[in-house]
């Protein structure tokens, strides 16, 4: 599948402007996401873009490298060093940061994107698709107007697709606005959750949708949400 960059190249441009007036104080404010102020989600999406573009150049040599040489604990102290920025570090750190991923991305030939990189064991590619749920997620995150209405459709699709481990054997989805189902698993049907399409993907991303998604079996009992897919062990090598 194509990955899809000038969707991702458009959400950047959305986040720039979402942050352009921020202010110092609203820097430091909490967001959505506990123990995280907006400076620490900002942090996060600067660090990732950063990552990404690591992965990227590498992998456009023929080299497979870490995400973090230090693993999750070396993200996590990035992330912390880097959330008390002003407002207006953010925004440079922010922009610098994107616009490096993105001139990464427009060197990669139809036949790199398929070349491997260590996030999740995947493609370069990949990486498209998770900076895509990366921005318009996190964009929630800040509380500064996105919503999850505010998701492109296929972004929400997408964003299914990838969470639909979360739910347990069996169940299954129907997104009434677009008239889509989804199933887990070859077992027998299971719960079946409906909403609209947004909605769904919020609620599988554990974010607030516009209006919850329902069960037939008892509109207030839907089910109970696995973790996230779980990041698998990297491999390091070069590849020919």
């Not at 036949?111 to 929630?140: G, K, S």
């Not at 800040?142 to 459709?153: A, F, I, N, S, T």
């Amino acid at each position: 599948m194509e990955p899809p960059v000038a969707a991702v190249i458009e959400a950047h441009r959305t986040l720039e402007r979402l942050v352009a007036g921020l202010s110092d104080q609203q820097v430091a404010e909490a967001s959505a996401l506990p123990g995280w102020s907006r400076g620490h989600v900002l942090a996060h999406l600067t660090d990732n873009a950063r990552m990404f573009a690591r992965l990227a150049e590498h992998a456009l040599r023929g080299e497979l490298v870490a995400g973090y040489d230090g693993g999750v604990d070396e993200r996590n102290a990035i992330i912390e060093t880097t959330a008390g920025r002003s407002a207006a570090e953010h925004r440079a750190q922010l922009a610098a940061h994107t616009a490096g991923l993105e001139a990464s991305w427009a060197r990669a030939t139809d036949a790199d994107w398929t070349r491997p990189v260590t996030f999740r064991n995947a493609n370069l590619a990949a990486t498209v698709f998770a900076r895509w749920r990366e921005a318009w997620i996190h964009m929630v995150d800040l509380e500064l107007g996105v919503r999850p209405d505010d998701w492109p459709e296929n972004l929400a699709a997408h964003t299914i697709d990838f969470l639909l481990v979360r739910l347990p054997a069996g169940a299954r989805l129907r997104a009434e606005d677009v008239d889509r189902q989804w199933s887990v698993g070859d077992g027998p049907p299971g719960t079946v959750v409906t909403g609209g399409l947004r909605d769904l993907a919020a609620w599988l991303a554990g974010r607030t949708p516009a209006v919850s998604p329902v069960s037939p079996v008892s509109p207030e009992e839907l089910p109970a949400l696995g973790p996230w897919p779980p990041h698998p062990p990297q491999r390091r090598n070069r590849v020919p």
